[in-house]
């Protein structure tokens, strides 16, 4: 591993501090691009404005005829976090601005797979309705939109995911990303969209004088929800994403959120008054995400819909327990699966350079809703491109296998099933994603023709220098800023993908050093003079004496003292 210290440039930190930024949180924007004082104002004035995203206004008008005419509206979502928030907040934001009728269905990721297909369309026409909503989906659902238009249901696709050749023939698409948008932030998650949509649809139906400025709903109240679904989603962060996340945050540190959400903060065992994106990230987006993962994205949805506090702390318990599961069937696929990764190269040679270029692993075990966790652990512990797949549990499917796959940066993970496809013609039935993430489906008896193939396009593509694991840094902590208050000033702080959290390298010296729990390092370390807790988690390899480590900053509670404990990233020997 190599670790990289952040080029920090000198006239941005002193600008953003003569602007009264502490200096340490000065250095760090800096470090991320930020330059000016005004980029961080995460003011709801300062959002990009709805007009920007191309079919906003045309949405707008179609759902607020919809509202007039009293019709009957369904939400089709996605079967994660992003899917389930962003379905929420349709549900709550159309009820807000006058809807009375608004259903929604989540596809069962089994029986279903993803998307708005032809047969939950007929299911969706089925329940009555007049007007099909996507959300976090429908970019690419040709036959599925064309089939709702064909039974008389008019269809509103709102997404994010890149587009395919093909534009479904929906009676309105929104997404920043399909051709002619000019809407700066293009990483917007799902739910972000939504809302997006709603602001629109305010704007309209204070046009048509449904209410005024003073009267209208107050949609930020949605925040928390979009707040939860960006981070989760791992979207990149740019500053309108940050602006969004933000304002969420503070809602829920004032006590301003839906009775679901509190309920999962209390069962996460985390304090909603102290809020940060890593609680949505590491906390509650995988309680919901569990549930589309092992049962079904129902329960999620429900739990932030329902205003009953009592109704939400058990749907919250409810998705607890399923999140327990999820976490020991993923354990021990990630055990199998390594020691199926570890059977395809030397796994005594010493050095990366022994490993494949890409792995692919099946088992016919494996349970199919876990396969990208586990294809994530896998990456991160490799530093190689992962295919995990599980037999397809869907009906009369038996013959085929389901993947997802996880990448390192400089290998387009899409970019090479489509090689692949191009290729070998006939493997990939199906396949989908973006550069660090993708999914696909094949024949069983196409497993070895299918890891041959991206093996590969990996060796290919990839060099030494991108298949050397690399963490960047914000280099030395001075001492004085190694206290509690400060470390709770960091975590106030929007951090994720793409503006990432606080991470810091130096030389350390370790004093001493345990197991705990079997698989967790605990360390005490001397830091510029100073002694300092560590602990390295999922590792079990003793350190030398004298190392350098990189390290993110977190507090250590017991018995009324805070501490400031280093989390140990990596180590460079």
Not at 74 to 84: F, K, Q, R, S
Not at 151 to 180: E, I, K, S
Not at 478 to 497: I, M, N
Request: charged share 25%; hydrophobic share 50%.
């Amino acid at each position: 591993m190599k670790i990289i210290a952040r080029d920090v440039p000198p006239r941005a930190a002193w600008a953003l501090e003569q602007a009264g930024l502490h200096p340490l949180l000065a250095r760090l924007y800096a470090a991320r691009g930020v330059q000016r004082h005004e980029e961080l104002d995460d003011g709801l004035a300062r959002l990009l404005p709805p007009a920007g995203l191309l079919g906003a206004e045309a949405a707008a008008a179609l759902l607020a005829d919809a509202i007039a005419q009293d019709l009957r509206i369904c939400i089709v979502a996605d079967y994660d976090c992003d899917g389930a928030t962003a379905c929420a907040v349709g549900v709550r934001g159309l009820r807000m601005l006058g809807a009375r009728r608004v259903d929604y269905l989540v596809p069962d990721r089994v029986v279903d797979g993803y998307g708005l297909t032809a047969a939950i369309a007929e299911r969706v026409h089925a329940r009555g309705c007049d007007l099909l909503l996507t959300v976090d989906n429908g970019i690419a659902s040709v036959e599925g939109v064309a089939r709702a238009r064909a039974l008389g249901m008019r269809v509103l696709v709102t997404d994010h995911h890149l587009p395919g050749p093909l534009l479904p023939q929906a009676d309105v698409l929104v997404n920043p990303n399909q051709p002619g948008c000019t809407f700066e932030s293009k990483s917007i998650a799902g739910c972000g969209v939504m809302f997006y949509v709603l602001l629109a649809l305010r704007a309209e139906l204070r046009k048509r004088g449904a209410f005024d400025v003073a009267s209208q709903p107050r949609l930020d109240a949605l925040l928390p929800l979009v707040a939860l679904g960006t981070v989760a989603d791992v979207v990149r962060l740019d500053a309108n994403n940050r602006r969004l996340v933000a304002q969420g945050l503070k809602r829920i540190r004032a006590g301003a959120m839906p009775p679901g959400v509190a309920a999962l903060f209390s069962v996460a065992g985390r304090k909603a008054a102290a809020a940060t994106t890593f609680d949505f990230g590491f906390a509650l987006g995988p309680r919901i995400n569990a549930a589309g993962r092992l049962a079904d994205m129902t329960l999620g949805i429900e739990c932030l819909l329902t205003e009953d506090a009592a109704r939400a702390a058990v749907l919250a318990q409810t998705l607890d327990a399923i999140n327990r599961e999820r976490r020991e069937i993923e354990g021990g696929m990630r055990e199998q699966a390594l020691l199926a990764a570890e059977a395809l190269f030397d796994a005594d040679a010493a050095g990366a350079e022994s490993l494949p270029p890409a792995f692919c692993v099946f088992d016919a075990g494996f349970h199919e809703g876990v396969v990208g966790i586990v294809a994530s652990r896998l990456k991160d512990r490799l530093h190689r491109p992962v295919f995990v797949f599980a037999a397809s549990a869907a009906p009369g499917k038996e013959h085929e296998i389901k993947g997802s796959g996880r990448s390192i940066p400089g290998f387009h993970l899409r970019d090479a099933l489509d090689l692949v496809a191009k290729r070998h013609p006939g493997v990939l039935l199906k396949f989908g994603g973006h550069a660090m993430a993708a999914g696909c489906t094949l024949a069983r008896a196409h497993f070895e023709v299918f890891r041959t193939a991206l093996a590969r396009v990996a060796d290919e593509w990839l060099d030494a220098a991108t298949l050397t694991r690399r963490i960047e840094t914000d280099g030395p902590l001075a001492p004085e800023y190694c206290r509690a208050e400060l470390v709770d000033t960091l975590h106030r702080e929007v951090w994720g993908q793409g503006f990432a959290a606080p991470t810091f390298s130096e030389e350390v010296r370790v004093l001493s050093q345990r197991l705990i729990g079997e698989k967790h390092l605990q360390l005490k370390l001397m830091h510029q003079g100073q002694p300092v807790d560590g602990i390295w988690f999922g590792h079990t390899e003793a350190l030398p004496a004298q190392v350098k480590l990189a390290f993110r900053l977190d507090v250590n509670e017991w018995r009324g003292e805070r501490k400031v404990q280093f989390l140990v990233e990596g180590v460079e020997f």
